[in-house]
């Protein structure tokens, strides 16, 4: 699996035909953390989804999720990347597309998943671990949820 990503995005023409308004290899890489890198594909605000304009969603300014809003980012966590726990306000949908990676939960808990696994992160507190000697690419879908409310308490997001 090649990383950074291509990415084809599709849209229409004057006329209401499809074409493809992107054909390129991602450069918008960034990172949160030694041994990260985090590619954002698109992001969307609102629901429903406006499927108008050309104008290129990857380049919205967004942090780990968007308010009333969807981000769909490639992640890639070589071996040995830095811990950071977090949460957060967002239902993840997480791909494995190649690779494994350990996900840490804040209970000491460390589920292991790998390529062709997929894991629904639901506002939990984690942290990916690789000890594997391969990079990890997940592919991760977020959507804005409530926070988590548990005993009336609202959890919020961390790190």
Wanted: glycine fraction near 12%; hydrophobic fraction near 35%.
């Amino acid at each position: 699996m090649q990383y950074p990503i291509r990415r084809v995005v599709t849209g229409h023409d004057r006329n209401g035909k499809a074409i493809v308004l992107i054909d390129e290899i991602s450069t918008n890489t960034m990172s949160r953390r030694p041994g990260q890198t985090g590619c954002v594909v698109w992001t969307t605000e609102g629901f429903p989804v406006d499927n108008d304009g050309d104008e290129d969603e990857a380049l919205r300014p967004v942090a780990t999720g968007l308010q009333n809003g969807t981000v769909c980012r490639i992640n890639k966590f070589d071996p040995g990347v830095s811990p950071r726990m977090h949460r957060t306000d967002t239902i993840d949908y997480a791909i494995v597309m190649s690779g494994e990676i350990g996900m840490e939960m804040d209970n000491g808990l460390v589920v292991h998943i790998k390529a062709g696994d997929v894991l629904v992160q639901r506002g939990t507190v984690h942290n990916w671990i690789n000890k594997g000697s391969e990079p990890c690419i997940i592919a991760f879908i977020l959507i804005d949820a409530k926070p988590v409310e548990i005993d009336g308490k609202r959890l919020g997001a961390v790190g």
